[in-house]
T-cell receptor
Framework: NAGVTQTPKFRILKIGQSMTLQCAQDMNHNYMYWYRQDPGMGLKLIYYSVGAGITDKGEVPNGYNVSRSTTEDFPLRLELAAPSQTSVYFCASSLSTGEGELFFGEGSRLTVL | GESVGLHLPTLSVQEGDNSIINCAYSNSASDYFIWYKQESGKGPQFIIDIRSNMDKRQGQRVTVLLNKTVKHLSLQIAATQPGDSAVYFC??????????FGPGTRLSVLP
């Protein structure tokens, strides 16, 4: 009964470093998403995927990359971390788009110094 | 576009009172709406949803009202409890496109 699992929960990076946020879901959902949440702002979509091998940009994709080699996993890669990427990142999955809830992970808090 | 800000609007209510949280959505063509609850340090959790062909939908202690004329959504929580303290936000969807999320309202329940 794990749902959506994100790792790590917390991470501090130096400017210019790279890292990957991991996301896995065990609900056999085709749709997966990465959002960032900044203080006082709504969730902003970074990238999404409608199935294994298919990814697309969301509203704020610059500075990030994703891959979807399996239905279960949807990692988010940060190359050359910048202070503007300090945020809380949420991975989510859904059975369909446009109907039904998004299931969210617990979030990954990233600080870039 | 959405209004942005560093500080969330806050609603403070006494325990046992009813709460009403409001959301102005942006797209008149949106046909599906969800309310989420986000507790501190956690991911958003689904509360209730409503389609645009409905004006009202009830769940357990929660009611969502939709006014398409003024693009307004509200969440009513009956007999508010300390466990209801959280940030609440609405999300809108336009016929299968990606959800657009509002900035949220912080609900604080006073003892």
């Amino acid at each position: 009964n794990a749902g959506v699992t994100q790792t790590p929960k917390f991470r501090i990076l130096k400017i210019g470093q790279s890292m990957t946020l991991q996301c896995a879901q065990d609900m056999n959902h085709n749709y997966m998403y990465w959002y960032r949440q900044d203080p006082g702002m709504g969730l902003k979509l970074i990238y999404y995927s409608v199935g294994a091998g298919i990814t697309d940009k969301g509203e704020v994709p610059n500075g990030y990359n994703v891959s979807r080699s399996t239905t279960e996993d949807f990692p988010l890669r940060l190359e050359l971390a910048a202070p503007s990427q300090t945020s809380v990142y949420f991975c989510a999955s859904s059975l369909s788009t446009g109907e039904g809830e998004l299931f969210f992970g617990e979030g990954s808090r990233l600080t870039v110094l | 576009g959405e209004s942005v800000g560093l500080h969330l609007p806050t609603l403070s209510v006494q325990e046992g009172d009813n709460s009403i949280i409001n959301c102005a959505y942006s797209n008149s063509a949106s046909d599906y709406f969800i309310w989420y609850k986000q507790e501190s340090g956690k991911g958003p959790q689904f509360i209730i949803d409503i389609r645009s062909n409905m004006d009202k939908r009830q769940g357990q202690r929660v009611t969502v009202l939709l006014n398409k004329t003024v693009k307004h959504l509200s969440l009513q929580i009956a007999a508010t409890q300390p466990g209801d303290s959280a940030v609440y936000f609405c999300a809108e969807n336009n016929y299968g496109q990606n959800f657009v999320f509002g900035p949220g309202t912080r609900l604080s329940v006073l003892p």
